[in-house]
C-alpha cells in the first residue's frame, strides 16, 4: 500500500473536496480520485460520502484518518533519520552547556570533534541548567550538558559525577579540618549561584535532608566572582571539584564534606524527536571521551 494514497485520503479528507485537495498537493482532480478509489478497493470500503463537489468521511474513513496521519508523520521521520544519518559529517549542531563546564571540560573535546568532523558547525549556546533543559524540550537546542536536579522532561546519559568541595579563606576557622560536616556550618553565610544552576540546588538540597538551616545567599552565577566573594569573607561556597583546582584558589583552600556531596553532568536531548545525525555524532564523541579518559577521575 503506497504512502501517496494515504496522503491524498488525508488531502480529501482534511478539504472535504476533491477539488480542495487537489488544489494543496497541487494535483489534478482525477488524479486524486483515482488513489482513493484505489484505496478503497485495497481497504474493501468505502472511505467517503459524496455529496455533489462536497465529501465527508465515512466511519471507517473518520477511524482511518489518524492513523494515516500517523504513518504520514512515523515515514518522514525515517527519511528524515536516513537522510541525517547518511549525512553526519555535516550540518550544524545547537549545543548548549554552563559556561563553566563549556570552558573546562567541553572546549578540549570540542576542539578534537571539530578536527574529526570539520564540515559540521556548531552553535554554543550557553545558559543555566533550568533554560537548557527547556531549550531542549522546546526545540530550541538539539543536546546539552547540565547537571540535572529532580525528574526531567529530556532523555538523559550519563556523563561524570563530580564531587562538590567546601572553598574558604585559608584562615577561616573550618580550613583545618579534613573534612566539614553539614551542622557546622549552621552559622555561616553559604554563597550559592542562582536557582537555575543546579549545582547548587544539590548543594541546598543536601543541607535541607541533614536538617541544618544554613543563610544561604544566592550572589553570583561566576564562580571566580564567588571565590572573590569569599576572599572578602562573605561566606563559603561549595562549588564542583572542576571549579577548585589549586592554580584558582590563591588565599583559599578547599575542603571536602565528611559525608560527601556529588553532582552529576549529563547530556540531554528530546524524548519525542529524532535528532540530526550530526547532533548524534557530537553526542557520541563527548561521551567517548569523557567516559574514556574518566574525567575528573573523582579523586
Known amino acids: 500500500m503506497e504512502l501517496d494514497l494515504f496522503k491524498s485520503f488525508v488531502a480529501v479528507a482534511e478539504a472535504r473536496s476533491f477539488t480542495g485537495a487537489a488544489r494543496a498537493m497541487h494535483s489534478t482532480q482525477p488524479t486524486l480520485s483515482r488513489q482513493i ?49 547518511a549525512g553526519t559529517g555535516s550540518g550544524t549542531v545547537r549545543f548548549g552547556a554552563v559556561g563553566n563546564v563549556m570552558a573546562l571540560l567541553l572546549t578540549p573535546i570540542l576542539a578534537s570533534f571539530f578536527a574529526s568532523y570539520p564540515r559540521v558547525s556548531v552553535d554554543l549556546i550557553e545558559m543555566d541548567d533550568a533554560r537548557l533543559e527547556e531549550a531542549v524540550v522546546s526545540g530550541e537546542l538539539d543536546c546539552a550538558v547540565i547537571t540535572p536536579w529532580g525528574s ?3 532523555a538523559t546519559q550519563h556523563l561524570l559525577t563530580e564531587e562538590i568541595l567546601l572553598i574558604m579563606p585559608r584562615n577561616h576557622p573550618l580550613a583545618s579540618e579534613p573534612a566539614v560536616a553539614l ?39 561566576y564562580p571566580e566572582l564567588t571565590k572573590a566573594l569569599v576572599r572578602t569573607g562573605l561566606g563559603v561556597a561549595p562549588m564542583p571539584k572542576m571549579l577548585a583546582v589549586a592554580e584558582t584558589l590563591e588565599g583559599l583552600i578547599a575542603v571536602p564534606f565528611d559525608k560527601p556531596l556529588y553532582r552529576d553532568l549529563k547530556i540531554i536531548y528530546p524524548r519525542d524527536r529524532p535528532l540530526p545525525g550530526a547532533a548524534r555524532a557530537l553526542m557520541v564523541h563527548i561521551r567517548g571521551a569523557v567516559l574514556g579518559r574518566g574525567a575528573l577521575d573523582q579523586s
Open 37 to 85: 478509489a484505489r484505496l478503497e478497493v485495497e481497504l474493501g470500503t468505502r472511505l467517503f460520502e459524496r455529496y455533489g463537489r462536497h465529501v465527508e468521511p465515512t466511519l471507517t474513513g473518520q477511524a482511518l484518518l489518524p492513523l494515516a496521519r500517523a504513518i504520514i508523520s512515523r515515514t518522514d521521520e525515517i527519511l528524515t533519520l536516513s537522510r541525517d544519518q
Open 152 to 154: 526531567t522532561r529530556a
Open 183 to 221: 551542622s557546622m556550618l549552621a552559622n555561616e553565610s553559604v554563597l550559592l549561584p542562582r536557582a537555575g544552576m543546579n549545582a547548587g540546588n544539590v548543594t541546598a538540597d543536601a543541607f535541607r535532608r541533614a536538617g541544618v538551616e544554613a543563610r544561604f545567599s544566592r550572589r553570583a552565577n
